[in-house]
C-alpha cells in the first residue's frame, strides 16, 4: 500500500513534533467567502481543511453545521459548482471532502473520486458509510488515489478499532463524543480516551474532532491525540456575523495554542 | 379468486434479508460509525427473544389482551356494489391506538425491556406510530420522546395532545421541510447522542439493518391472519389483489407477507407527492439503500402529501426489492383522489378510514375497469379521527388548492 498524499504531510509534521490542526468549513458559507476562507485557513496554520459539501439530511450534524448547510444549499450551492470553486483556490496544504454517501454514490464511485482529485481534494470523509459499507467506495477511492478517512467511535468495543484503523487512509478520525457535531463547554471524557485507545492500536495520525470548541480543549486533547478537527466552533463565530476575518483569527489562536503546547 | 396455497417459510420470497441486512441489492446499515455496535447489538438481541418461546408468547397475548388482535375481515357490500367488485377490508383500523403501528410497536418496546433499556426515542409523521409508541411506554413505564415535524403537529393536533396525555414528550423537528423526513433525521440524531441509554423505536420497515427486518416480523401477523381469514370467507380461495398504501411500507409489507408466496396481485399505493417507487431512483437515506426522491446531485427532495403518515420521499427497501423483481406493483394518487375516496368509504360503509389507506381505495377506484369482477383485499391500515378535523378545513376552503395543501409549508427554510 502507498501512503497518500494527506498521510504523508500529516505524518512529516507530527514526527516533527507539531500537533495537527485540521479546521471545516461549509462550502458554499458564507456565500461567495467561502473560498477565501479556505486560503485564510490555510494562512493560519492549518494543516489540513475540511471541506462539507451539504447535504440535505446531515444525521451527524447539530443544529450549527446543519444551518450552515442549510444556508449553503438555499444559495444554491451544489456539490460540482462546490468542487469547481474548490479547484480555484490557492492553499498550501492537503484538502479533504466531507459529505454524505448518498451524494458520492449518486455521483458514482469513480467519478466522485476522480471529481475530487480534479478539484485539488486528497481525501474523504463520509460519516454513515461505516467500515461494512465502505468497500465499494474504499475500492475505488484506493484505486483513484483519494484517502478515504474513518471514523471510529467512543461506542466501538476494543475489539473493532484494530479493523477501522486497518482500513482507514489520511488519518484515524475520532469522534470525540457521543453525539453529532457541535460546541460543548467541556471537553468530553470520551475525547481523550477516544485517542487513547486509538493511539494504542494505530501509529497512523489519529486525529479528534466533534466537540472541540476552543484552544484550550484543543490543548487537553492533544496531550495524547495527534491533532484536532474543529468546525462547528468555526461556523458558529460566521453564523454570529463575525466574517470570514473572525473565523481566521479563531483558527490563528488555536494554531498558536497548540504550538504552545507542543513545546 | 386465485387457489390458495402459501407454503410459508420455506423459500419464501420474503424472507431476506441477508446477513448483510440486504434485500437484493436494497437494505443495508448506512449509519454513523457510532451506531453502529447500538445496530450489531439490537440484531443480536432481535434474533434471541425471535427465537425464545417465550418472548413470542408474551408478544402474542399483548397483540390479543391488549391491542384487541386479530383484526376482523369485513366484506363491503355496498362499496363493492358502487365499484363494481368485491372488496374485502383488513380492520387494522380497529386496534387499540387506531392504526397497525401498535403491532410493531409492542414488539419493539417489549424487546427494549428485554434489553434493559427504560428510554423510548420515536419520529411520527401522522402522530399514529407516537401514539402507538406513547402508549406502549405508558404500559411498560418506560420514558418516551417523540420527534414530529411543525407541519405535522399542526396538521395532527389531536394526535399530539394525545401523546402529551399518554406522558410522552414530542419535540417539534423545524428543519427542512418539517415533516417525517425530519422527524427521523432528528430522532437518529437523538440516537446518536443517547444511544447507551435510549431505545430508537422505528416505526416502518427503514432504517439501518435490523430494522426492515425486525418491524415486518412484528406485523406478519396482519398477513396471516388476512390470509386465514381470506381462505375461510373465500371457501378456500384467495382475493385476486391485495392493496395497501406505501409510506415507509409497514403496513403493506405486513399484509403482502401472507401473500407474496401465492398468485394473488400485490399492489402498493403512494402519494403522487412521495413516489419514492414510482419516481424514485437508488439512493442513501437514513440508514439503507433504497428508492428515494432526489435531485440529480443526490439532495433528497421533500415530498409533498395531504396525508403526514405518507408524506416521505423514501420507502423500506424490501419494497424497492419487491419493485425490483417485479413481484408487487406500485401505483401513485393524488390527494385529490384520496379525499373522494376517504368520503366514498365513510359514506357507503360508515368508516371513516386515516388518509393513509385512502390512497389504496383511491386507486382502486381509479383502476375500477381493471378490477370489475375480482376480489379486492385493501388493507385498512387506520381510522380516519385524526384526520376528519383537516379534511373539513380543506372542504371549507377552496377546492382549486387540493393537491397543493400548505399548512404553511415553506421549502428550504431559514435561508
Ligand atoms: C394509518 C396509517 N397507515 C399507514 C401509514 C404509513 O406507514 P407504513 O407505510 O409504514 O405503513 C401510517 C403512518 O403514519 C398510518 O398512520
Given at each position: 500500500m502507498t501512503v497518500g498524499t494527506l498521510e504523508t504531510a500529516l505524518r512529516a509534521k507530527r514526527d516533527e513534533g507539531r500537533k495537527l490542526l485540521v479546521p471545516y468549513v461549509t462550502a458554499g458559507f458564507p456565500v461567495d467567502e467561502w473560498p477565501r476562507l479556505i486560503e485564510g485557513l490555510g494562512a493560519a496554520g492549518a494543516d489540513a481543511i475540511e471541506i462539507g459539501l451539504p447535504f440535505s439530511d446531515p444525521v451527524m450534524d447539530g443544529p450549527t453545521i446543519q444551518e450552515a448547510s442549510t444556508r449553503a444549499l438555499g444559495a444554491g450551492i451544489t456539490p460540482v459548482a462546490a468542487l469547481e470553486q474548490v479547484a480555484k483556490v490557492d492553499v498550501g496544504v492537503p484538502l479533504v471532502a466531507m459529505t454524505y454517501y448518498n451524494i458520492c454514490f449518486k455521483m458514482g464511485h469513480r467519478r466522485f473520486a476522480n471529481a475530487l482529485l480534479d478539484s485539488g481534494i486528497c481525501a474523504a470523509i463520509l460519516p454513515d458509510l461505516p467500515l461494512e459499507e465502505v468497500g465499494p467506495w474504499a475500492k475505488a477511492a484506493d484505486h483513484v488515489g483519494v484517502e478515504t478517512v474513518l471514523l471510529a467511535a467512543p461506542t466501538a468495543p476494543d475489539?473493532?478499532?484494530?479493523?477501522?484503523?486497518?482500513?482507514?487512509?489520511?488519518?484515524?478520525?475520532?469522534?470525540?463524543?457521543?453525539?453529532?457535531?457541535?460546541?460543548?463547554?467541556?471537553?468530553?471524557?470520551?475525547?481523550?480516551?477516544?485517542?487513547?485507545?486509538?493511539?494504542?492500536?494505530?501509529?497512523?495520525?489519529?486525529?479528534?474532532?466533534?466537540?472541540?470548541?476552543?484552544?484550550?480543549?484543543?490543548?487537553?486533547?492533544?496531550?495524547?491525540?495527534?491533532?484536532?478537527?474543529?468546525?462547528?466552533?468555526?461556523?458558529?463565530?460566521?453564523?454570529?456575523?463575525?466574517?470570514?476575518?473572525?473565523?481566521?483569527?479563531?483558527?490563528?489562536?488555536?494554531?498558536?495554542?497548540?504550538?504552545?503546547?507542543?513545546? | 379468486?386465485?387457489?390458495?396455497?402459501?407454503?410459508?417459510?420455506?423459500?419464501?420470497?420474503?424472507?431476506?434479508?441477508?446477513?448483510?441486512?440486504?434485500?437484493?441489492?436494497?437494505g443495508g446499515r448506512f449509519v454513523p460509525e457510532t451506531l453502529v455496535p447500538a445496530c450489531a447489538e439490537l440484531e443480536d438481541a432481535f434474533r434471541s427473544a425471535w427465537a425464545d418461546d417465550g418472548f413470542r408468547a408474551?408478544?402474542?397475548?399483548?397483540?390479543?389482551?391488549?391491542?384487541?388482535?386479530?383484526?376482523?375481515?369485513?366484506?363491503?357490500?355496498?362499496?363493492?356494489?358502487?365499484?363494481?367488485?368485491?372488496?374485502l377490508l383488513k380492520r387494522e383500523d380497529l386496534n387499540h391506538t387506531g392504526s397497525h403501528k401498535i403491532n410493531n410497536v409492542l414488539g419493539q418496546t417489549l424487546l427494549a425491556k428485554r434489553m434493559g433499556k427504560s428510554r423510548i426515542v420515536a419520529e411520527t409523521g401522522a402522530g399514529q406510530h407516537g401514539v402507538a409508541t406513547a402508549t406502549a411506554a405508558a404500559y411498560f413505564?418506560?420514558?418516551?420522546?417523540?420527534?414530529?415535524?411543525?407541519?405535522?403537529?399542526?396538521r395532527q393536533a389531536l394526535n399530539v395532545y394525545r401523546m402529551q396525555l399518554l406522558g410522552a414528550e414530542v419535540r417539534p423537528a423545524r428543519s427542512g421541510s418539517?415533516?417525517?423526513?425530519?422527524?427521523?433525521?432528528?430522532?437518529?440524531?437523538?440516537?446518536?447522542?443517547?444511544?447507551?441509554?435510549?431505545?430508537y423505536c422505528l416505526g416502518s420497515v427503514m432504517g439501518p439493518h435490523p430494522y426492515p427486518w425486525m418491524v415486518r416480523e412484528f406485523h406478519r401477523t396482519i398477513g396471516r391472519e388476512a390470509f386465514d381469514q381470506s381462505t375461510a370467507l373465500l371457501d378456500g380461495g384467495l382475493p385476486?389483489?391485495?392493496?395497501?398504501?406505501?409510506?415507509?411500507?409497514?403496513?403493506?409489507?405486513?399484509?403482502?407477507?401472507?401473500?407474496?408466496?401465492?398468485?394473488?396481485?400485490?399492489?402498493?399505493?403512494?402519494?403522487?407527492?412521495?413516489?419514492?417507487?414510482?419516481?424514485?431512483?437508488p439512493g442513501v437515506v437514513h440508514g439503507s439503500m433504497s428508492f428515494l426522491m432526489q435531485d440529480e446531485f443526490g439532495q433528497v427532495q421533500e415530498a409533498q402529501s395531504v396525508s403526514a403518515g405518507l408524506d416521505y420521499p423514501g420507502v423500506g427497501p424490501e419494497h424497492a426489492f419487491l419493485a425490483d423483481v417485479g413481484r408487487a406493483r406500485y401505483e401513485a394518487v393524488t390527494d385529490s383522489e384520496v379525499l373522494d375516496a376517504f368520503e366514498l368509504l365513510s359514506r357507503t360503509e360508515g368508516i371513516i378510514p386515516a388518509l393513509e389507506p385512502a390512497h389504496g381505495l383511491a386507486w382502486m377506484i381509479r383502476a375500477r375497469d381493471e378490477l370489475a369482477g375480482k376480489t379486492v383485499l385493501l388493507n385498512l391500515s387506520g381510522r380516519g379521527d385524526k384526520d376528519v378535523a383537516q379534511v373539513q378545513a380543506i372542504r371549507q376552503g377552496d377546492p382549486a388548492a387540493l393537491d397543493t395543501v400548505d399548512f404553511s409549508r415553506t421549502n428550504g427554510d431559514a435561508v
Open positions: 475489539e473493532r478499532l484494530p479493523a477501522i484503523v486497518e482500513r482507514a487512509r489520511g488519518f484515524v478520525y475520532g469522534v470525540g463524543l457521543v453525539g453529532t457535531t457541535g460546541e460543548r463547554s467541556e471537553l468530553a471524557s470520551t475525547a481523550v480516551e477516544m485517542a487513547r485507545r486509538l493511539k494504542a492500536v494505530t501509529d497512523k495520525p489519529v486525529i479528534i474532532g466533534v466537540g472541540v470548541s476552543s484552544p484550550e480543549q484543543a490543548v487537553e486533547l492533544v496531550d495524547v491525540a495527534d491533532g484536532v478537527v474543529v468546525g462547528s466552533a468555526i461556523i458558529r463565530r460566521l453564523l454570529d456575523g463575525g466574517g470570514i476575518d473572525d473565523a481566521i483569527a479563531f483558527v490563528a489562536d488555536l494554531r498558536a495554542a497548540l504550538d504552545r503546547a507542543a513545546h | 379468486m386465485v387457489a390458495a396455497s402459501a407454503d410459508e417459510g420455506t423459500n419464501s420470497l420474503m424472507e431476506g434479508p441477508d446477513e448483510h441486512g440486504r434485500f437484493g441489492r436494497f408474551e408478544f402474542h397475548s399483548l397483540l390479543t389482551d391488549y391491542a384487541g388482535r386479530p383484526s376482523p375481515l369485513t366484506d363491503c357490500v355496498n362499496l363493492s356494489t358502487e365499484l363494481g367488485f368485491r372488496i413505564g418506560q420514558e418516551c420522546v417523540v420527534y414530529m415535524g411543525e407541519v405535522d403537529i399542526a418539517r415533516t417525517l423526513k425530519d422527524a427521523v433525521n432528528e430522532a437518529m440524531r437523538e440516537w446518536v447522542a443517547s444511544v447507551e441509554s435510549s431505545y385476486d389483489v391485495v392493496v395497501a398504501c406505501i409510506g415507509g411500507g409497514s403496513n403493506a409489507v405486513g399484509i403482502f407477507s401472507g401473500f407474496v408466496d401465492t398468485d394473488v396481485e400485490l399492489v402498493g399505493v403512494e402519494p403522487a407527492g412521495g413516489a419514492a417507487v414510482a419516481r424514485g431512483v
